[in-house]
């Protein structure tokens, strides 16, 4: 997890359209929020945030495919505190283990 979330950043997330799907209820808990197509609008307090996200080519390690997306988060009216505090949960449970 970072310790800083800008208004506006973009990251590769390892995981298909349809894990990203699943996962996202859980991520966005009692945050209320709306989905049309590859973009999210959600009302955090009296702020928004707008999600979008695509599939990429996978990224190949040797003989390993990993699925990836290209998500971009845009905050409008958070200060850096509020940010933080949804990125937290959202970051939690977006999180992918190995072992």
Not at 55 to 65: K, N, S, T, V
């Amino acid at each position: 997890m970072q310790s800083f979330y800008p208004e506006r950043f973009e990251r590769e997330m390892g995981c298909t359209e349809a894990e990203w799907q699943r996962a996202l209820p859980a991520a966005m808990g009692e945050t209320p929020w709306r989905q049309a197509g590859g973009v999210l609008h959600a009302d955090i307090g009296a702020g928004q945030l707008r999600i979008t996200w695509r599939e990429g080519a996978p990224r190949a390690i040797a003989l390993m495919r990993m699925p990836r997306m290209h998500v971009a988060f845009e905050f409008a009216g958070l200060d850096e505190h509020q940010r933080f505090t949804f990125m937290q949960r959202f970051d939690l449970y977006m999180q992918r283990g190995g072992g």
